[in-house]
């Protein structure tokens, strides 16, 4: 379990490589909920995405020799990138443990960061077998996506820097997918503004994280090939913990909500968010009576969308 | 001719109630082309794009007399939006004269803003005549699109903003449509910057302000359908004579070139630009000996796109 002093201290240590990223908000949007919506704009982040916050948090406490030989993660998303920006900072090896299905142009970007790609067959059991393999021949240490500590804390320091942006919130929204995110903003603002309500998000066709907290038993990860790509995993016993310790509750979306509210927040914002990032106001959208009359801070987690299907009229 | 001391003015009258967007860079940007970018992200002003300026300078520049019959424009876009936010803020009557052809989004966001909407059929000669009748009738106050010394003063506050906020610009770029914007940042650059060179981006397929200077003679709008829909119209000999006296060039990039700069900003800077505002980056694709080790300073001029194109993976 982290606490709000793990944050803390992460906020202090990643400091100098991440940005403070802004707060939006739409006219629009309020009217439409009859809410006041405050947005948090990790979509601006380093990397396009929240990712760069946990893993600069995790490569900058590790000690010398650890470093020296490098890190290493399976990740063919936002992480990836993340791990490569926050390697690079520290100028040590990264090596990144990809599907051979990922796009060119996710390689790319992860090669632009001075990482090394190797490629494995699109399973998980794949990815995780050559990324063990890879570790044990270099040296190199596992920096996971979601499921520790480190990651988790860096995470949460969006929860605390929405959390001093915005005064008075009634309700926290972010989405779920390996549980990193949502735990270690649930525990910021858990913490800062206690009285508020912790909602996670996530799409109903993949609402293994739903089914986790009210069962009382961690799910696999539900294999559905929802648009919101970022939250296809699962959450791992550590962050289920801490998700349940901070009484976090989970709404979903379906996958044209999600739609939809990607859709909303990038014609009103005029910021691009990936669909992981929609699915909150998504929720917002089936369930107005949630919204209506509070203050909301949502976290819009990335903004890392191919754009090459972008049609023009 | 406007001078610098009417976009000062401008400036003043025009703060309570527009935006002073922000600049953003992307590293990236900067290495691909060996030049430091300076975005002036006026796709985040009021309405989605810089016309809210004009507009707004023109309404609060009315005597009460005037104010009172209302306002009237001819458009179904970014001006249309921009006088509607004008009027209200005024508490003034807005007409706009819309072809019948218009998207029903654009009529629904004037409406949005309080304006009354009257259609007619999708001509210039219609438009012009309808909205002359109706001005005939009500006695409202004729606010066009660029051809007026209040609307360039207006738009010019975007380049004052510019020069305010970085300093040496070896360049400054912004699309050249109607003239308005052009004219009043080339006027404030001219003044504030004065070394700088000042570039228009046009549409290769409508290049008139290019043969207009070129020639020396002001030439027809080139009718044809660039996907830089905001630039389908053509100078005035008002705009022209700015343009001239301020040693405006015109650079040119082709549809394919607008749409790779386009997709280019948003994926780097995760802001929604509409495709007009992706023609300076396009120009600079065709010709990076423009850009290479130079400080360049580029108007996004708006961000109101048709995200229902938005095809998710």
Do not use: W
Request: net charge neutral.
């Amino acid at each position: 379990m982290i606490g709000i002093q793990d944050i803390l201290q992460a906020a202090e240590r990643i400091a100098p490589h991440i940005h403070h990223t802004p707060i939006m908000t739409s006219r629009t949007i309020n009217a439409m909920f009859g809410a006041e919506i405050f947005f948090k704009c990790e979509n601006l982040q380093k990397v396009g995405a929240f990712k760069a916050r946990g893993a600069v948090n995790a490569v900058m406490q590790l000690d010398d020799n650890t470093a020296r030989r490098g890190v290493i993660t399976h990740s063919s998303g936002n992480h990836a990138q993340a791990l490569a920006y926050a390697a690079g900072l520290r100028g040590i090896a990264c090596t990144i443990i990809m599907p051979d299905t990922a796009p060119a142009v996710k390689a790319a970007a992860v090669r632009g960061y001075g990482a090394e790609i190797i490629f494995c067959k699109p399973t998980l059991e794949s990815r995780l077998r050559t990324m063990e393999e890879v570790a044990q021949r270099t040296g190199a240490h596992v920096v996971p996506p979601s499921d520790d500590d480190r990651i988790m804390a860096g995470q949460g320091t969006a929860g605390l820097e929405l959390c001093e942006q915005v005064e008075r919130l009634d309700l926290v929204m972010a989405p779920v997918g390996g549980g990193g995110l949502m735990g270690g903003v649930a525990t910021a603002v858990r913490a800062l503004q206690p009285g508020a309500l912790i909602v996670g998000a996530e799409p109903a066709i993949a609402d293994d994280a739903r089914e986790s907290l009210r069962t009382g038993v961690l799910q696999p990860p539900a294999d559905r090939m929802t648009i919101a790509d970022g939250l296809r995993t699962g959450l791992s016993e550590r962050t289920f913990a801490q998700l349940r310790s901070m009484g976090v509750e989970i709404e979903t979306a379906s996958e044209e909500s999600i739609r939809s509210g990607t859709l909303l927040v990038m014609s009103r914002l005029k910021v691009v968010i990936e669909p992981s990032a929609g699915v909150s106001i998504g929720v917002l959208l089936e369930r107005p009576d949630l919204a209506r009359g509070r203050r909301i801070g949502i976290v819009l987690c990335g903004g890392n969308i191919d754009l090459g299907s972008l049609v023009f009229g």
